[in-house]
């Protein structure tokens, strides 16, 4: 229900394990030969996918509206307490 607000970052966290899965057998085969620099270019093609794929603008943004949303809750549940009267 509330997926919208949370599933950019957990989108782009699958899209890194996504990103990873494909290169495993590569990955382990370069370290399996000791083959560091192979390593090296595997992990860091799956850190510039990673980094293409943020955009701090719209994370920033959503975690603003997350907070708003959560401290105009609390405010609203802060009111109705302080507000009635069996509170």
């Not at 494909?22 to 090296?40: E, M, Y």
């Not at 959503?62 to 507000?83: G, K, Q």
Request: proline share 0%; net charge positive.
């Amino acid at each position: 229900m509330t997926g919208f607000i949370w599933s950019r970052e957990v989108r782009s966290g699958n899209r890194s394990l996504i990103k990873f899965e494909k290169i495993k057998s590569r990955l382990i085969q370069a370290s399996k030969d000791s083959d560091i620099d192979k390593v090296r270019e595997l992990l860091k093609e799956i850190d510039i996918s990673n980094e293409e794929s943020r955009n701090q603008t719209t994370i920033k943004y959503a975690r603003l509206f997350r907070c708003a949303t959560i401290v105009f809750a609390l405010t609203i549940v802060v009111l109705a307490f302080t507000l009635t009267t069996d509170g």
